[in-house]
């Protein structure tokens, strides 16, 4: 686990006590014990440095608390759910401004398809609100029991559905940000059309909280589907998966909800950890595939046949080999449960150079290709998951250590075999983090595959909103 060396600037006099007066006694956290769960990120990769955690409970204190801090030079490191994967809401000193206490549905509007939710709603938290008036907010991912929906805007998180409903900036109309000095914008305007400018929410929807802090969003609604079916699928080669896309594409495009596929080692290891998991196929098959349609309007069967004569169709071609299509919600549960294993298993397998990249779809199969022939050369028997998002070109391409090392004697070949990953996806047009953000992790990838004309632009816009670099420093970008 990484941490910083250096010795900690102490806080100013009287720092603590102005906070107190913001947050009160409960919205600080100074105890070791109480301050653990802010400090160590999901993966345990860093560790953050500081001594005092600061949890305001509106917009208002978070205004007051980040004036406070741009008043004393003090830095900021906004944290939601603390389940990034890039080291984003990591701190070297200052203080962590955690959001949970902000976690207010402020209203829901069925009509207009609209609802307006405060930073720290966890993100099933904010699905259900809409269920609850038979709407749909489609964001989905993993950790939608624990993040909160400032994190998934401020990294622009993607998921599962941003094949049918977009990333995560797609989903918002308006926003409410505090600014590094302390000022409010209030922005949460629930238009569709708002011509007036320049679209500044777009800062700040993937900005990890390095322009401001997102205290609240209008986020758009969609008619909840009233059918859904879903398969899983056996195919011999990548290509036949790419040939499958495309034959959903043309037959049912306004329908398809997922698009998800794995290479057999990741359904192994997910079979071999995970005990909920279990693979409704006979045989081991080298690709699978999870396809999910879902309509919104009456269906009477129909959705079903037209899936059935699809696949039908792939079938005849050799594009899929064998498949299974949910009978009841309880197996349509344990196709994705193959899914979320896949994620999960690779925590206990080992030590692992994980890759969220994203080329375009038509060069995945030499994506793979390319990527595996570099790792192979770096070391021949590491275990290659290639799993994710095939639908919008979005691929979890992991390396995992061999079973015969140990994750000391694998932890050498990590960042070689990430730069040979990262060099083949740039070469396809591709970019290094399709759905994670850059965070600290992936910073010094800015400045070597980004041009120099695009960093420039970008810390102008940094030095222009926040020159004092006093929130969230160090992340996106590194220091000049």
Known sequence: MKTQSQTLSPLPDGFVDQLTDIVGPAGLITDAEGLEPYLTEWRKRYRSQTELV??????????????????????????????????????????????????AVRHVDPQTFTMTVETGCILADVQSAAADVNRLFPLSLGAEGTC????????????????????????????????????????????????????????????????????????????????????????PTVDAAISLFDRCMAGAGDVLNAFE????????????????????????????????????????????????????????????????????EAQTAGIWRIREGITQAQIPAGLCAKHDVTVPISDIPAFLTKAEAKIRDIQPETRLVAYGHYGDGNIHFNAVRPDTMTDDE????????????????????????????????????????????????????KNALDPANLMNPGKILPPV
């Open 54 to 103: 600061v949890r305001p409970a509106s917009t208002q204190e978070t205004a007051d608390v980040v004036k406070l801090c741009h008043d004393h030079g003090v830095t900021v490191t906004p944290q939601g759910g603390n389940t990034g994967l890039v080291g984003g809401a990591v701190a070297e000193g200052g203080i962590i401004l955690s959001t949970t206490r902000m976690n």
């Open 148 to 235: 909160t929906i400032g994190g998934n805007l401020s990294t622009n998180a993607g998921g599962i559905h941003v094949l049918r409903y977009g990333n995560a900036r797609d989903l918002v109309l308006g926003l409410e940000v505090v600014l590094p000095d302390g000022r409010i914008w209030d922005g949460l305007r629930s238009l569709r059309k708002d011509n007036t400018g320049y679209a500044l929410k777009h800062l700040f929807l993937g900005g990890e909280g390095t322009l401001g802090i997102i205290t609240a969003a209008v986020l758009r609604l969609f008619p909840r589907p009233t059918a859904r079916e879903t398969a899983f699928c056996a195919l």
């Open 261 to 328: 596929v794995s290479n057999r080692t990741g359904v192994a290891l997910a079979e071999h950890f995970i005990d909920a998991v279990s693979v409704p196929l006979d045989q081991p098959h080298p690709f699978y595939a999870i396809v999910e349609f879902a309509s919104t309007g009456p269906d009477d069967g129909v959705l079903r046949g037209r899936f059935e004569q699809i696949l039908a169709d792939a079938m005849d071609s050799g594009d899929v080999t064998d498949a299974v299509l949910a009978e009841t």
């Open 410 to 461: 694998f932890r050498p070949f990590v960042p070689t075999i990430q730069r040979a990953v990262h060099d083949v996806t740039m070469a396809l047009n591709g970019s290094f983090s399709a759905e994670h953000g850059v965070g600290l992790m992936k910073r010094d990838d800015v400045v070597r595959y980004r041009s120099n004309v695009e960093v420039d632009m970008m810390r102008a816009v």
